[in-house]
Structures are given as structure tokens and as C-alpha cells.
């Protein structure tokens, strides 16, 4: 008996109850939190954007350099077939 | 690019305490209440184009804050296994036991006491049953409208009060013996 009333006055400890208040301030914290996903989506673009152009700069140096190695090594393989010196030492 | 912009200062104003409540309900800890809340809100901002009208706004909201208050715990579980791998590594390092007892701020002063026994047997129930808990007994919804909420027949609905009930009545029953023993 008087564990069923101890139950029952457990189970009716929220009665007129009143709803809590949140902090103040926390329309100002989600606000915050708006604004930061937005410029945060901006920035995740650009910063994209320069690591490709840094990587498409690097691939383009490679290959102006690749190309200019080959074009040399053909200019010396012509030079070659005529018996020709390849470089422009006299002696 | 959003279709339209939610004036989230209004809908904040006009749903903030339901969030909140409902939150500390879940969650039996301010700090985390509010760090919900925060979430809560900056997703309905976000998916706003998403809601498609089929039931209130105020239902979506609800939503949405049960399903933020399951993702938070189900972290929080994570986070307390690792916590519990850590300290058996750790020099000196005891496994913190988490004994504090959640005391609504609403509460009147005389059920203060009793209610701690309640949110505890609360939190003991699985997720379905909680939820529909929650709704029904604190945030006063109707069985309709909690069907609504979590997506199941109003039969399903009931069946959960009614395990819900049962189960909080069983792990009272526990409690007694621990509240007579003080």
C-alpha cells in the first residue's frame, strides 16, 4: 500500500509543472550559427578553386618542362643523324 | 539557393519552449538542451523549403527535436564507450560513474524529490516508448497527434503508452526498495 502510493505520487510529480526558459541569449547563438554555415559554404568553394589552380600551375610547369626536355633531346638526335655538334663549342 | 527565407526570429518566438522542453526532457541536462535547441532550430532554417505542408508546422518541429535528442544520445553512447576503453589504459584513471539526478526547473518544490525517481525510470525506457512518453505525458499531445510525430497508427501509439506505463511502473517498483533503504 504504501509503495503503491509512493509510485503513484512518483508518477504524478509533474503535475503543474511549469515549462522551463531557455537561455536568453540562444537566438543570438543560432543566429551566429546561421550566419557561420553560410559564409563557411562560401568559403569552402574558393578555397576548392585556389588548390586546383595551385595544382593546374604545377601540371602546367611540368609539362612546359617535360615538353622543352624532349624538344632538346631531339634537337640533339637531328644534330646527330647530320654529324653535326650539338652544342655550339668550336673545338 | 533558398526559395524562400524563414524569418527564424518568429518561428524561434513561437516555438522555442516546446523545443526546449521537450529537449530537457530527452536529455536531463540543460547544457545539452540547449546545444539541441541551437541545432534544432538551424536545421528547420536549413531544410525550410523541405517542409511540404502534410501536417503543422509546430509537428515538424517535433520532429525534428526527437530525432536531434536520439542522434545527441546516441553520440553521447559512443563517446561514454570510448571514455570507458580510455580509463582502462589510463594511469590512475577510474571510470567516472555519472550519478547526477536531473531536476526539472519547473517542478514544484514539494514533487522535487519523487520527480528525480521519474525522470530516472524515464530514461530507462527504450526510444519508441520514451517518446511516446514524453509527448502524452508532458507535452500533453493527443494520440492522433503523436501518430502523427513519430509516423505510426494511432494502435501503435497506444501499445507503446501502454508498455511505457508498465515498464516505468516495474522500474519504480526498484526504486521503492532503494528509497526505503535511505
Redesign the interface.
Known sequence: ME?EN??K???????????????AF??T???Q??EN?YSNNFKKPMSWALSLSVVLIILANIFILVKSFKSVKNENNIAQSFNLIPNNSIY | MKSQVPDIKQIYNEHNKLVYNLSLFYLQNSEDAEEVTQDVFVSVYQSIDQFNHTSTLKTWIYKITINKCLDFLKAKKTKKRWAFVSSIFNNGGGLKHDTSDFVHPGILLENKEHSIYLFKAIDTLPESQKTAFLLVNIEGLGNKEISVVMGKSIGSVESLLQRAKENLRIQLKEYYKEYRRK
Open positions: 509503495a509512493w509510485i505520487s512518483v508518477e504524478n510529480s509533474t503535475h503543474h509543472m511549469q515549462k522551463a526558459e531557455p537561455n540562444l537566438l547563438r543560432i543566429e550559427k546561421i554555415l
